[in-house]
C-alpha cells in the first residue's frame, strides 16, 4: 500500500441518462488507463433485483435501505453475482431498471450504498458511471462528464443492445420507459441527475463509441497536462 489519500487518486465521473452509453464508454477508458471501473447503476439495479425477490414492497424505504445496505454482491471482471447467482444479465432487463429508478429515489437507500460505492476509488484511480458520481459520491472528481443523446437515439441504443442479448423489447416502450426514467433521475429531491458546473457536455447523438472514449480520453490528458493531476 503506498501513502497516497483518497484525495490523490484520480476519478473520472461519467453521469449521464439511461442508454447513453455511459457503462460502454467507462469501462474503455477504464481499459485505456488501466484504471478501475464503478457500475454504481448496477448495484441501485441489484438492490431493486434483491427487494423484488424477498417480495419487499419497492415503496417500503427502510426495509430497501436494509437489503441495500446487506446486498451480497460481487464484481468478477464481466460477471456480478448476488447472493453467488449470476445476474448479469437478470439485472439488466427493463423491469429492474425501472424498479432501480424508484428504489433509488430514497434517501436511506443511496445511503446506505454511499461507501460501498467510495470503496471503489483505489489506486491507480477509478471511472465510475451513474447519475450523481460527480455531484455527490465524488464531488472532487478531477474529471466531470455528463454523457447524453437524444431519447430516440438512446431507445434505439437500448433496443439493439437488447436484442443482441436476446432479450425481448419494443422500441415504442423503451423510449417511453426511457422518458419516465429521465423524468424521475432528474427531478427526484436527493441526488438528482443534473449538469452540474465545471461537467462536460458530451452529446454523443452523433458519435460513434470510439469518439466519444477518444472525446473523454483527450479531456483526461488536457487536465493532466495542465499538472492538475
Ligand atoms: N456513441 C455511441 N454510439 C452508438 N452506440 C453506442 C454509443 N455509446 C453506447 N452505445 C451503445 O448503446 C448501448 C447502451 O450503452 P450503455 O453503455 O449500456 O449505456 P448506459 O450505461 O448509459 O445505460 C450499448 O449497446 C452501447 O454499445
Ligand atoms: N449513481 C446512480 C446510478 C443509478 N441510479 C438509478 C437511476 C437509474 O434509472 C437506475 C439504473 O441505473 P443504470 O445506470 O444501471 O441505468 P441505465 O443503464 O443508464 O439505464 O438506478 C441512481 O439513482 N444513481
Redesign the pocket.
Known amino acids: 500500500m503506498n501513502d497516497k489519500t483518497i484525495q490523490d487518486i484520480p476519478v473520472i465521473a461519467i453521469d ?1 441518462p ?8 467507462a469501462q474503455r477508458v477504464a481499459a485505456k488507463l488501466g484504471f478501475h471501473y464503478l457500475d454504481s ?1 448496477a448495484l441501485y439495479r441489484l438492490a431493486a433485483l434483491a427487494a423484488m425477490r424477498s417480495g419487499i414492497e419497492l415503496k417500503d424505504e427502510h426495509a430497501l435501505s436494509e437489503v441495500a445496505a446487506h446486498l451480497n454482491v460481487v464484481f468478477a471482471d464481466a460477471e456480478i453475482r448476488l447472493d453467488n447467482e449470476n445476474v448479469t444479465d437478470v439485472i439488466r432487463s427493463e423491469e429492474c431498471g425501472n424498479a432501480a429508478s424508484r428504489v433509488a429515489a430514497y434517501p436511506l437507500v443511496r445511503a446506505a450504498l454511499l461507501e460501498r460505492q467510495r470503496a471503489f476509488c483505489q489506486i491507480p484511480g477509478l471511472v465510475a ?1 451513474g447519475r450523481d458520481m460527480g455531484s455527490v459520491v465524488f464531488p472532487a472528481a478531477i474529471l466531470k462528464v455528463f ?1 447524453t443523446a437524444t431519447a430516440e437515439t438512446r431507445a434505439q ?2 433496443y ?2 437488447l436484442m443482441e442479448k436476446g432479450m425481448d423489447a419494443n422500441i415504442a416502450t423503451l423510449l417511453q420507459d426511457i422518458r419516465e426514467r429521465d423524468a424521475r433521475d432528474s427531478n427526484r429531491s436527493i441526488a438528482p441527475l443534473q449538469l452540474g458546473a465545471g461537467t462536460h457536455l458530451l452529446d ?1 447523438t452523433s ?3 470510439n ?2 472514449v477518444d472525446r473523454v480520453l483527450c479531456l483526461y490528458a488536457e487536465i493532466s497536462a495542465k499538472g492538475s493531476i
Open positions: 449521464g439511461s442508454a447513453s452509453g455511459k457503462g460502454t464508454v447503476g458511471d454523457l441504443r437500448r439493439k443492445q454523443t458519435l460513434d463509441i469518439q466519444a
